[in-house]
Structures are given as structure tokens and as C-alpha cells.
T-cell receptor, first 114, second 115 residues
Framework: DSGVTQTPKHLITATGQRVTLRCSPRSGDLSVYWYQQSLDQGLQFLIQYYNGEERAKGNILERFSAQQFPDLHSELNLSSLELGDSALYFC?????????????FGPGTRLTVL | AQTVTQSQPEMSVQEAETVTLSCTYDTSESDYYLFWYKQPPSRQMILVIRQEAYKQQNATENRFSVNFQKAAKSFSLKISDSQLGDAAMYFCAYRSAKGTYKYIFGTGTRLKVLA
């Protein structure tokens, strides 16, 4: 158990809908990262938040957005969903105390768009 | 931009034998970190081992060790005394020592362990 929690575990929805994925980082971790893993592919970086502020953006679609709240949990919002958005979405956290920080991954949320 | 390449989509190893998974990367940076993550069928991403680029000594964690060749930009993972529980996808990842600290992942190698 990495200490990072993600809810829900599974999500099935229809095209055009909007969903919210939630992540709670490890206790004390200030940074949250979101990654997308499509069918047996490597993980693609989407976005990073540090202590409530957006730190970096990767290949994140305009239909996707995220935020980190004062209690440091984060939410990833996916809207106008398309079939191709079906994937495993991972959240990872690190303390960001220094450059040696390792990211610890949550169990992921599997999104299926029908 | 940095890239990570895993050229072996799938590997097989006999139980108790040794297997080496390959990873190469491209970067113009001198300071960075490299990681191997294991993803079993549960899909959880589990850290196997990490290597700091400034360290010449290869990292070791029990049955797992790496062969880090900085000049060649190569970072292979050796699994000794393979066990059935080692069967999983293995991902190599790169992280810069500055900037966003995001991970750049390779496409993975599926390891099968034969009884």
C-alpha cells in the first residue's frame, strides 16, 4: 500500500458525459501528479499540482482540468468524454522536499467510456 | 525533450533463472533519476529500484539490480532467482533533477515467468 488513495476504482460512463476522479496523497506530500495509461501503454503525464498551485502541464486535453484543494487532495475533471478517453488514470504524490523525491502511485481509476 | 525506450515488448524467464530487461533513454541533462516500476495484473505501480545519475555505483534491492551506463544512456534491470510473483509489466522511467519532476515512461516490457 503506497498510502495514496484514489476513488472510484472503476467508472463506466457514456460519451459526452463528465466525470470527476479523486486523489488523496500520502500524508505530508505536497505534490500531486496525474498520469493516463491507455491500453497496455506507458503512463503519460497530464498535470502536476504543488501545494494547491498548478506546477506543470503535460499532454492534457482542454476537456480535462484538475485542481488541488487546501487539504491537498486533488480532483481530475474529464468532460465531453470520448471513447478514446477510456484508460487507467493514476495519481502519484511526493513530498517535494527536494529533488530526490520519489513519486508513489495510487491504485488508479479505470475509466470506461461507452 | 527526453525520451525513454524499452525495445523488448515481452520477455520470458524460467523460474529461478536470471533475466535482464533493457532500457535506453535520451537526454541532454547531466543530473537526473531513473526508475524501474513493476505493474502486476492488479495494475498498481510498484517502485522496484531507483538510480541517481550522479552515483557511479549501481543500485541494488535484494534480487533486483541495475546496470547503469551513463555514457551509453542505458539502464537495464536484472532480476535474479526469478519468482512467479515477478511476472508483470516493467516500466522504465526518467525524471529530471530540475523543473517539474514529472516522470517520462517507456512503453514497458511484459515479463513472463515459466514454472
Amino acid at each position: 500500500d503506497s498510502g495514496v488513495t484514489q476513488t472510484p476504482k472503476h467508472l463506466i460512463t457514456a460519451t459526452g458525459q463528465r466525470v470527476t476522479l479523486r486523489c488523496s496523497p500520502r500524508s505530508g506530500d505536497l505534490s500531486v501528479y496525474w498520469y493516463q495509461q491507455s491500453l497496455d501503454q506507458g503512463l503519460q503525464f497530464l498535470i502536476q499540482y504543488y501545494n494547491g498551485e498548478e506546477r506543470a502541464k503535460g499532454n492534457i486535453l482542454e476537456r480535462f482540468s484538475a485542481q488541488q484543494f487546501p487539504d491537498l487532495h486533488s480532483e481530475l475533471n474529464l468532460s465531453s468524454l470520448e471513447l478514446g478517453d477510456s484508460a487507467l488514470y493514476f495519481c502519484a504524490s511526493s513530498h517535494h522536499r527536494g529533488i530526490t523525491d520519489t513519486q508513489y502511485f495510487g491504485p488508479g481509476t479505470r475509466l470506461t467510456v461507452l | 525533450a527526453q525520451t525513454v525506450t524499452q525495445s523488448q515488448p515481452e520477455m520470458s524467464v524460467q523460474e529461478a533463472e536470471t533475466v535482464t530487461l533493457s532500457c535506453t533513454y535520451d537526454t541532454s541533462e547531466s543530473d537526473y533519476y531513473l526508475f524501474w516500476y513493476k505493474q502486476p495484473p492488479s495494475r498498481q505501480m510498484i517502485l522496484v529500484i531507483r538510480q541517481e545519475a550522479y552515483k557511479q555505483q549501481n543500485a541494488t534491492e535484494n534480487r533486483f539490480s541495475v546496470n547503469f551506463q551513463k555514457a551509453a544512456k542505458s539502464f537495464s534491470l536484472k532480476i535474479s532467482d526469478s519468482q512467479l510473483g515477478d511476472a508483470a509489466m516493467y516500466f522504465c522511467a526518467y525524471r529530471s533533477a530540475k523543473g517539474t519532476y514529472k516522470y517520462i515512461f517507456g512503453t514497458g516490457t511484459r515479463l513472463k515467468v515459466l514454472a
